[in-house]
């Protein structure tokens, strides 16, 4: 078997897997954004950070898979930058949706979803995305997704509609006031992930009416918007990865049951599914 090297990046952290027949070394190192970062900071990014912890392993295939790949020239950003690190590497470069659907549904049909700090959905014919809803980003979508579920907590929070006892856990949770959360979501940098912030406070208060209507409004929301738009999601599991959707995995379940859906498998993370898929592939090939 092929030694491979394994990538799944964010704008903000990116996991690395050197497998040679089982998992043998994790590193993770900064997000890889080409949004973000020219080619030669991610050389020397890699080269610093990455390259260190891998001893000098001779690696055979390298899969990388992350944000802003759905854009070609986001594509060939990486993977110029990616071959001055390893020359000698089969490289291959893919969205982190694809990413999702491969550790999901490796070759079988299914629908895919992520359901993190940002939302998106597909079809997924075993192969290839074959059917994409656009998720719009978190200004005009990423329903179900952690900003959009911490924007709602926000909004009930600021609107005042939080009873006396949520309102004090919130100020207990969260050292913060209203100017500050203004600035912090329209003047300071990723105010997505500061809004996917406020997710937790979600997940600590499970039980209270308020709290159990933000998540099934906000994952109703993504059924609504995305599974909806897909014919095959009545006749193919409906498949979730990412923090939110293995957090809330009862509420998914409560939700396909009203929508006579299939729930598959809910992951955390990918990466132990890509590790599956890939040694698959290898094995057949």
């Not at 394994?6 to 497998?19: H, R, Y």
């Not at 291959?92 to 940002?118: M, S, V, W, Y």
């Not at 609107?159 to 979501?185: G, K, P």
Request: glycine letters at 8%; one cysteine or more.
């Amino acid at each position: 078997m092929p030694i491979q090297l394994i990538a799944d990046s964010g704008a903000t952290k990116c996991e690395w897997c050197l497998v040679d027949n089982e998992i043998d070394k994790t590193v993770f190192t900064t997000g890889i954004s080409p949004y973000f970062l020219a080619e030669k900071q991610i050389v020397e990014l890699l080269r610093t950070n990455l390259l260190p912890e891998l001893s000098d392993v001779s690696i055979d295939e390298l899969h990388f898979y992350g944000t802003g790949l759905g854009n070609p020239k986001n594509v060939t950003t990486i993977v110029n930058s990616l071959k001055m690190v390893f020359p000698a590497v089969d490289i291959e470069a893919n969205t982190d949706l694809l990413a999702a659907a491969r550790a999901l549904c490796g070759n079988e049909k299914g629908i895919a979803c992520i359901l993190g700090t940002g939302s998106n959905s597909c079809y997924y014919d075993g192969k290839e995305v074959s059917k994409n809803i656009a998720s719009l980003g978190y200004v005009l979508g990423d329903e179900g997704s952690g900003a959009h579920l911490g924007k709602k907590v926000i909004q009930y929070y600021l609107y005042n509609t939080f009873d006396e006892d949520l309102r004090s856990r919130f100020d207990a949770m969260f050292v913060t006031s209203y100017l500050e959360i203004l600035e912090n979501v329209y003047q300071k940098p990723f105010p997505n992930r500061y809004l996917a912030s406020f997710a937790a406070f979600l997940a600590e208060n499970r039980g209270h009416y308020m709290i159990e209507n933000i998540l099934e409004d906000g994952l109703n929301d993504f059924f609504f918007n995305h599974l909806n738009k897909y014919g095959e999601s009545w006749t193919s599991p409906i498949n979730f990865v990412g923090s939110v959707a293995f957090g809330f995995k009862d509420v998914l379940q409560e939700l396909c049951n009203s929508y006579q859906l299939e729930l598959g498998k809910v992951l955390k993370a990918p990466m132990e599914g890509l590790v599956k898929f890939h040694a698959n592939a290898t094995s057949l090939s």
